[in-house]
């Protein structure tokens, strides 16, 4: 007990000694915010930008909640540059246009110094002209196709070359896989995910596509599909399915008798939040490509995951992208530290190469030029409880948004 | 696609497709049902039904948890209990809906249409606010999970067999209410012409009442039923509005008949189609198609037979 309320008075002076590091006043505001963002002597403010209500509020609040933690974590070790970080939060409602007017309104009027925020690609694609317009600076938590880069944009989850390709690797070498067969709700990422991975697929792994399908958005019946998998017999069903179709599909799958112990599937649409939905006794030993597991193994992300639960509840669960969302507010940090400014340009250019040791994920690094993150990779099994057993972890991966050869 | 397999395995597939095409059509037609009354004996578009299959998952979800937590021996049960809440509860809400919303628009058939699509979105933010925007899932019982090993190599999903047993039951239950009660024949005479019904001293606002909130309870009754094919979250019953609209309209309005033969053909087409093409473009050649056939025959397939 003695010994805990030792670490605690430790854990304090060192907190005191960081923030003693950067107080206010050696930064004065018209040398740190040369552009006139919401920046003042002792506070600046960031927004918040995501849908909480709407279809997409199911998997956004997590986001939400991490980067209210971990900006809550950031001022209690006395702030960026001796500033509180203040929020401003607006709601996407699920809807593009409304995404890009809410980005207008945080970047034009309230003059935000940092925006976290957009879930899925497309609402990314209706503020980005408006972040690059007004220059801004948006971190976008999520996992997604890759092909794009912006100096106003730090993508903190994986693009589709680091998630698909170590995933793709892992199932060829670990079950000697051969044939696959493709799934996917029919939008971008699904079929921009599954381009990258039957090309990896067909020309560096060897093995051969016995069928690629895309089903509408909200698909709700499986069964010819499934039928059709029984057919064919792949080795893998590498499934790319999202939303509330996910539910059904897992469920009807082990309906028809398609579960773990005779069949393999390989997912990079599952995470714990979905499992919520899905039930882990539907999809029980089934795999999951992912940076980041709320059952992860390393101090860092004890930390987090208790933080987490007393911020939010005990019943509370973390998927991949309620982690990549929590980096954001912390890169900033850094990228605003190592600047010495909240100048977007020169955030922009202090962000490349930025070392992060305290992600929850382990070490993470910003790549030296397009503004998307070093990783690892991880295979995960899904387990009855909706948690994932951790049973591999690849090395670092190289963000590679533009990948030749594979598109 | 059928080169290098045995006769026995190729036949194994068609059985289980046809088992597969069968229970699109039961789930089709439970969804549709609730609306093919509502739409069919009262002319209202409820743009809200679901919502309430909805309440129907909502329901079933809650039911779990109690059983789970306060009576485990339950657990094996508890979902038969869980299809006459989700009744029950859908029924109560559609009648107050019906009370303080529907029955003042009876004139203005648009407006309906509006006023519950608003009510739909309404609904939608308080399951939210409720439940938490994230989905959940009821723990089903054992029995409910997995195949039935029909031979080495066919299998049968069990959670079909309740949807093909449930869609059975309710829709004979349907046909005999109306067809075959006293109550059944008020709702038709009040279809056929409300004035004259009235004048034969049948209460018609009555009638309208429990008419809307029977369609509701079938509603809440397929919602209760899709939990064990798919999801329990605040938008779910967005995901079938459109294919319930579509087998109502195609079907014929007023028709009860039209209903179940336009769920059989849209189904039959929808899961062939899915099987050798795939399914985004199953979806478009079937509404393809769908169009078509209403461009000839604007009523649907069963004429309506109400008196204009």
């Not at chain 2, 109560?92 to 699509?117: C, M, N």
């Amino acid at each position: 007990m003695r010994r805990h309320i030792h670490l605690r008075w430790l854990a304090l002076a060192a907190a005191l000694a960081l923030a003693g590091g950067a107080t206010a006043a050696d930064y004065p505001t018209a040398e740190v915010n040369t552009t006139g963002l919401a920046v003042t002597d002792d506070a600046v403010t960031v927004g918040i930008l995501h849908s909480v209500t709407g279809t997409m509020a199911i998997s956004e609040s997590g986001s939400v909640e991490a980067e209210k933690l971990a900006i809550k974590q950031i001022n209690d070790m006395g702030g960026v540059l001796g500033r509180k970080i203040e929020i401003i939060q607006e709601d996407g409602a699920s809807d593009w246009p409304t995404f890009a007017e809410k980005a207008r309104k945080l970047l034009v009027n309230d003059k935000v110094a940092a925006v976290m925020g957009c879930w899925t690609s497309a609402s990314r694609k209706a503020v980005l002209p408006v972040f690059e317009k007004e220059n801004g600076m948006l971190y976008y938590p999520t996992f997604y196709e890759g092909l794009e880069q912006s100096k106003n944009v730090i993508y903190t989850g994986q693009e589709a070359t680091q998630q698909i390709l170590a995933g793709l690797d892992w199932v060829a070498k670990e079950k000697g896989a051969k044939t696959f067969y493709l799934i996917g709700s029919d939008y971008i990422w699904p079929r921009t995910s599954n381009k990258i991975a039957r090309k990896h697929i067909e020309n560096v792994l060897g093995g051969k596509v016995v069928g690629e399908e895309y089903y509408p958005l909200g698909h709700t019946n499986f069964g010819s599909l499934i039928n059709k998998i029984k057919l064919k017999k792949p080795d893998v069903i590498y499934s790319i399915v999202v939303g509330g179709s996910n539910v059904s599909w897992y469920k009807q799958l082990k309906a028809a008798g398609i579960t773990s112990d005779k069949w393999t599937l390989l997912t990079i649409s599952v995470t714990e939040d979905e499992l919520l939905g899905i039930g882990g006794e539907n999809a029980e030993g089934f795999y999951a490509a992912m940076k980041y597991f709320q059952s992860l193994d390393n101090e860092n992300n004890k930390k987090f995951v208790a933080a987490f639960k007393e911020m939010w509840g005990d019943d509370s669960v973390i998927g991949d992208v309620t982690q990549a969302a929590y980096l954001g507010p912390w890169l900033w940090k850094l990228a605003v530290e190592k600047a010495g400014s909240f100048d977007i340009d020169k955030i922009a250019v202090a962000s490349n190469g930025i070392e992060f040791t305290g992600a929850p994920e382990g070490y993470v690094r910003i790549h030296d030029s397009n503004h998307h993150l070093w990783s690892k990779t991880r295979i995960g099994r899904i387990k009855k409880d909706g948690q994932f057993d951790v049973i591999y972890e690849s090395d670092l991966v190289e963000p590679n948004p533009f990948p030749e050869g594979y598109q | 696609m059928f080169e290098g397999y045995t006769a026995s395995e190729i036949g194994a597939i068609f059985a289980m497709q046809g088992f597969a095409g069968l229970s699109l059509f039961c789930v089709f037609l439970l969804m549709a049902l609730g609306l093919a009354i509502i739409f069919g004996q009262m002319q209202v578009i409820n743009m809200a039904h679901g919502e309430f299959l909805t309440i129907g998952a909502y329901s079933t979800y809650l039911m779990s948890v109690v059983a789970e937590k306060h009576a485990p021996w339950l657990m094996d049960y508890y979902f038969f209990l869980a299809i006459a809440l989700g009744f029950v509860v859908a029924f109560a809400i559609g009648w107050l809906v019906e009370f303080s919303l529907i029955r003042f628009l009876y004139k203005r058939p648009l407006d309906t249409l509006l006023a519950t699509w608003g009510l739909s979105l309404i609904m939608q933010q308080g399951f939210r606010s409720m439940f938490g925007a994230r989905e959940v899932s009821p723990t089903l019982p054992e029995w409910l999970l997995g195949s039935w090993q029909l031979s080495d190599t066919i299998e049968i999903p069990i959670n079909g067999l309740l949807v093909v047993g449930v869609t059975a039951v309710l829709t004979l239950a349907v046909f005999f209410l109306l067809f075959r009660s006293r109550w059944g024949l008020k709702v038709r005479a009040t279809t056929q012409n409300r004035v004259m019904a009235e004048a034969a001293g049948i209460n018609t606002a009555r009638v309208d009442r429990n008419t809307f909130a029977l369609g509701c309870g079938i509603a809440g009754v397929a919602g209760a039923v899709f939990t064990t094919i798919a999801s329990t979250g605040p938008t779910s019953g967005s995901l079938y509005i459109v294919d319930t609209f579509l087998v109502v309209v195609f079907g014929g309005a007023a028709s009860l008949f039209g209903t179940i033969a336009s769920a059989f053909s849209i189904a039959q087409a929808q899961s062939i189609l899915e099987f050798f093409i795939n399914g985004s473009m199953a979806k478009v050649i079937t509404l393809a198609i769908v169009i078509g056939i209403l461009m000839l025959r604007p009523e649907g397939l069963f004429a309506s037979r109400v008196r204009k």
